[in-house]
């Protein structure tokens, strides 16, 4: 069995963490780091995709349209890989790592496979609906310009209508769909 | 020293998701069909609370108004939260969550992971594209970067700028509140 903290402890804490993220920095955000991986690894393979501009605002420039926005935010951020928000998402993967290794008890190998709703729901391969699944959830993000960090939670914080919106959007599709996608059928399902 | 902290707030932040079940794809897959609203009870309690303490740090100046950020609201938003909304239920996994996930050990989370820097290459390659056949999806709605609580910061602006903005946040804190309080941990159908 895995230990999980209760609402009233937990909503206060992950609330806290909230809190400290803007009061020493700013809030956090997540999903923009997966741009910020592929422009890595993109311009491993190219010199050209990201250039050194004095004209940018932040210093540097891109072919490529989206690396380019906000004065070359992003194609600042590939260039220099080691800096707050690509740094911050892989101590989430550590924090994630130690609170599992500091609680009681095992996933068991079918589950880290996949979740047991998954399992009995009878759709077969759960690393294809995983990938498929991260495809739409990062492109659907990336267009919406956050995820459920950087809108939902560091948004609605802060009262942003944007914040709102992409709930209303996100929870729209993604109760229906579950309810749908899992609804128990032993009948081979979809 | 901004390195630090990334370790620091990003580390405590992936332990607490991890803590809470946020990690577990059993967990917010059972959410959005509805029948275990735990995480909706911890998310809309840590929005709540945090929201009220951020705008009493406002009013009080007690905060560097540089660190609030806020994102433009337009037509995107909605399409990409549509977009989002189904791979999430399928997969059961954010943006976020899939990091702590694979952290637990879940190899599912990988092919999340994988999945997601394909969509987000996807979307790099398509975005100028899709800005030039659709520009009215970035459009700014109600001035783009707006809130419903005026943050006081000037390049951000209120949508009720007659109301001190302190009662708006905390009237919207106390329905967050409320609603973690009040929803059923459990829904038997």
């Keep these: 069995m895995q230990i999980k903290w209760d609402w009233l402890k937990g909503g206060a804490i992950l609330g806290a963490a909230f809190l400290l993220a803007v009061i020493l920095v700013k809030p956090i955000g997540v999903s923009t780091q997966f741009v910020i991986f592929d422009g890595i690894v993109w311009s491993l393979f ?145 | 020293m901004s390195i630090f902290l990334a370790i620091l707030i990003g580390g405590t932040f992936g332990f607490v998701l991890h803590r809470v079940g946020a990690g577990n794809p059993q967990n917010l897959i059972n959410m959005l069909r509805l029948q275990d609203l735990h995480l909706a009870k911890v998310i809309l309690l840590a929005i709540g609370v945090s929201s009220l303490i951020l705008f009493l740090l406002l009013a009080t100046g007690m905060i560097n108004e540089s660190h609030i950020s806020i994102k433009a609201a337009y037509s995107g938003v909605i399409v990409g939260g549509l977009i989002f909304g189904v791979g999430f239920a399928i997969a059961g996994y954010c943006p976020g969550t899939c990091l702590v996930g694979m952290g637990g050990g879940r190899k599912d989370a990988l092919f999340f992971i994988g999945g997601g820097l394909l969509g987000a290459i996807l979307f790099t390659l398509a975005y100028g594209w899709i800005k030039s056949i659709f520009p009215s999806l970035f459009e700014g709605i109600a001035g783009g970067k707006t809130t419903l609580a005026d943050t006081g910061v000037d390049k951000f602006q209120g949508m009720f700028d007659s109301i001190p903005s302190l009662a708006v946040a905390a009237v919207i804190a106390i329905i967050f509140i409320l609603g973690a309080w009040k929803l059923p941990k459990r829904i038997d159908i």
């Design chain 1, 46 to 190: 190219s010199d050209e995709v990201i250039t050194e501009n004095s004209d940018a605002k932040h210093g540097y420039s891109s072919s490529n349209a989206y690396l380019n926005k906000s004065g070359g935010k992003y194609a600042k951020a590939v260039e220099n890989p080691i800096n707050y928000g690509f740094i911050f998402v892989i101590a989430m993967f550590a924090g994630g790592f130690l609170s599992s290794k500091l609680q009681k008890g095992k996933i068991s190998q079918e589950d880290k496979e996949a979740p047991k709703v998954y399992r009995e729901s009878g759709h077969g391969n759960r690393y294809l609906v995983s990938f498929i699944g991260g495809i739409l959830v990062l492109f659907g993000a990336r267009l919406a310009g956050g995820c459920t960090s950087g809108h939902m939670m560091s948004g609605m914080m802060q009262t942003s209508l944007s914040g709102y919106m992409f709930a209303l959007g996100t929870f729209a599709a993604a109760i229906p769909v579950a309810i749908f996608f899992y609804k128990k059928s032993s009948k081979g399902g979809a």
